[in-house]
């Protein structure tokens, strides 16, 4: 995951890496999170305000003026739906634009369809729920345009021709194999694990012979004639998760021409292509759901989902007990609250958790998570955020500790109070989801502790 950096992300934390590139990452932070520091001598255990952090959309695509067009999803897009257990419905889909090889060659026009076949390679590492459960996925063509000029957000609602289906697969059962067997004409072809249908050929064909033959003759004709496409996932009791970007990922038509020979035309949904996901959670009559409308106390529980869920506030207030002191260390932990008819085999804690600043009204990645984000590794090491097995009163427990130890010492010497957030990594690609306690538990609370010296 941490190989999976959007540009977008990257920007967003450029001018924190700046300020703290000086600094060598080893000494701040990675002893912390061993346990053997908890017991040294000047340390102090806070409370602080938690609750469920204010809706906040997050930009999936724009267009700069320097840098071109950034798919800020630009790694893996969430395709499925799915009966959580503690966090009710959850569906993820996505649109993007087709781009076409420009050609003056459009035999494929007039010529004998034979197949069109739509493929998508999977990030199998992303796949969440019951999965493996039979799914029926849908492909329609666009409504509106994407304006290439436009900013587009998660909370950004596809409109899509409900009554022109381009294609679908049925009670279709996705595999983490290795490899997918095919034959293309006469060669015997071995590929990654992808999810592979066939398009409506009538339907899809009847549109593309709709526009004059010049449409295909330059490079950015077709994407802006043809509005594009959405893929819907409509039953199915999982997420699948797909790399449209990937060569891989294309349309391809498959046609003989007058000649009798068997050709192709190939559709891409390359990087230059705009691409938003869309997102449906309905947290009613959930565990989750209790959490957020405030019927379960966040004292108590406190919630965090991937996608568009709500993410975790947290706001501690400058303390003047702090004056005089120098914080060598500052750490957030949380115990996971796993709850009665949970699944953690099927529905697994999040990988790895961010935190935010958000004091400007701005979502900003703390420095603490700028300076890890170079490898799995170091971003475990200097920042934590991963979920370890742990054992309290003989009980098997699951823990998240976060150093914030550059943000906190930042706060503190302006004398600041902080307005941060709790966000899984990389939110809008995984559905990971769970429940912490909250500071009412005496044994598993919610904390900050502080290591220090006088």
Same mark, same amino acid.
């Given at each position: ?24 990452? *080893?000494? #701040?932070?990675?002893?912390?999170? =061993?346990?053997?520091?908890? +017991? ?33 999803? =630009?790694?893996? #897009? ?5 009966? *959580? !257990? ?20 459009? *035999? ?36 509106? !345009?994407? %304006? ?80 594009? &496409? ?51 959670? =309905? ?12 019927? &379960? ?7 965090? +989902? ?13 303390? %003047?007990?702090?004056? %005089? ?29 961010? &935190? ?30 991963? !979920? ?19 943000? #906190? ?29 909250? +500071? ?15």
């Amino acid at each position: 995951m941490i190989g999976k950096i959007s540009l977008g992300f990257s920007l967003l934390i450029g001018s924190l890496l700046i300020v703290s590139s000086c600094n060598d990452i *080893d000494s #701040f932070g990675s002893d912390i999170l =061993d346990s053997g520091w908890l +017991q040294a001598k000047g340390v102090d255990t806070f409370n602080f305000d938690a609750g469920v952090a204010p809706y906040d959309s997050t930009i999936t695509f724009k267009n700069f003026t320097t840098l071109g067009s950034v798919n800020f999803l =630009d790694a893996a #897009f969430p395709l499925g739906k799915m009966l *959580d !257990p503690v966090f009710g419905k959850v569906a993820a889909g996505f649109g993007t634009q087709l781009r076409i090889i420009p050609s003056k060659n459009t *035999d494929f026009l007039s010529s004998s369809i034979d197949s069109i076949v739509v493929s998508l390679r999977f990030d199998t590492s992303l796949f969440y729920g019951k999965y493996a459960e039979k799914m029926n996925i849908a492909v329609y063509p666009l409504v509106d !345009p994407y %304006n290439v000029a436009a900013t587009y957000y998660s909370n950004h609602k596809l409109n899509y021709d409900k009554t022109l289906k381009l294609g679908e697969v049925l009670n279709y059962e996705a595999s983490k194999k290795d490899s997918l067997p095919i034959i293309e004409d006469t060669f015997k072809l071995k590929l990654y694990s992808q999810l592979r249908f066939q398009l409506d050929t009538a339907a899809f064909m009847k549109i593309l012979r709709s526009y004059p033959d010049t449409v295909y003759y330059t490079v950015d004709s077709f994407s802006k004639i043809f509005n594009g &496409i959405a893929f819907v996932c409509e039953q199915g009791n999982g997420i699948l998760s797909v790399l449209p970007e990937h060569t891989d990922s294309k349309i391809t038509i498959y046609y003989h021409n007058t000649g009798a020979t068997q050709s192709k035309r190939e559709l891409f949904m390359s990087n230059l292509a705009v691409k938003t996901p869309f997102y449906e959670i =309905d947290n009613t009559n959930s565990i989750a759901g209790d959490c957020i409308n405030g019927t &379960i106390s966040s004292d108590s529980l406190l919630s965090i +989902q991937g996608f568009e869920g709500r993410d975790i506030q947290l706001k501690i207030p400058y303390d %003047n007990s702090w004056n %005089n002191k120098f914080i060598n260390f500052a750490v957030l932990q949380f115990y996971v609250a796993e709850q009665a008819g949970d699944d953690l085999v099927n529905f697994p804690l999040p990988t790895l958790l961010e &935190i935010f600043d958000r004091s400007t009204g701005t979502r900003i990645a703390i420095d603490d998570v700028a300076l890890g984000l170079n490898s799995l590794n170091t971003y475990t090491r200097v920042f934590g955020g991963n !979920p370890v097995k742990s054992e309290v009163d003989g009980k098997t427990v699951y823990l998240y500790k976060m150093n914030i130890t550059r943000h #906190f010492q930042n706060s503190l010497r302006a004398k600041k109070d902080m307005d941060l957030v709790i966000s899984p990594l990389f939110k809008l690609e995984t559905a990971a989801r769970t429940i912490f306690f909250g +500071q009412g538990n005496h044994n598993l609370r919610a904390k900050l502790i502080l290591t220090y010296s006088e």
